[in-house]
Nanobody, 117 residues
Framework: QVQLVESGGGLVQAGGSLRLSCAAS????????MGWYRQVPGKQRELVAT???????NYADSVKGRFTISRDNAGNTTYLQMNSLKPEDTAVYYC???????????WGKGTLVTVSS
């Protein structure tokens, strides 16, 4: 079992920046994929960004050029740097991890990001 704890959410004005952190209960080199997803009430959870343990990244079109995902393979933390935030980025942001080998997915409880116009 892997526990994930997100932090760094909050209220920010449009155009501002936030950095989200996801702390895992295990060294993340054993987690093949780390990702950030977000969800707005009444809508499906959507992918924001993922990063493999090899450093390959993938981003939703809506955040390309503004968000950067990174992972500390020597430690237990994954980050999401969010710049040029827009009101439409307002959501609860969730961290997800996929265990190497088993492919089991784990989710954090989320952190709220609110972007005011």
């Amino acid at each position: 079992q892997v526990q994930l704890v997100e932090s760094g959410g909050g209220l920010v004005q449009a155009g501002g920046s936030l950095r989200l952190s996801c702390a895992a209960s295990t060294r993340i080199f054993s987690l093949s994929l780390m990702g950030w997803y977000r969800q707005v009430p009444g809508k499906q959870r959507e992918l924001v960004a993922t990063v493999t343990n090899g450093g390959n990244t993938n981003y939703a079109d809506s955040v390309k050029g503004r968000f950067t995902i990174s992972r500390d393979n020597a430690g237990n933390t994954t980050y999401l740097q969010m710049n040029s935030l827009k009101p439409e980025d307002t959501a609860v942001y969730y961290c997800k991890a996929k265990r190497m080998g088993t492919g089991v997915n784990y989710w954090g409880k989320g952190t709220l990001v609110t972007v005011s116009s």
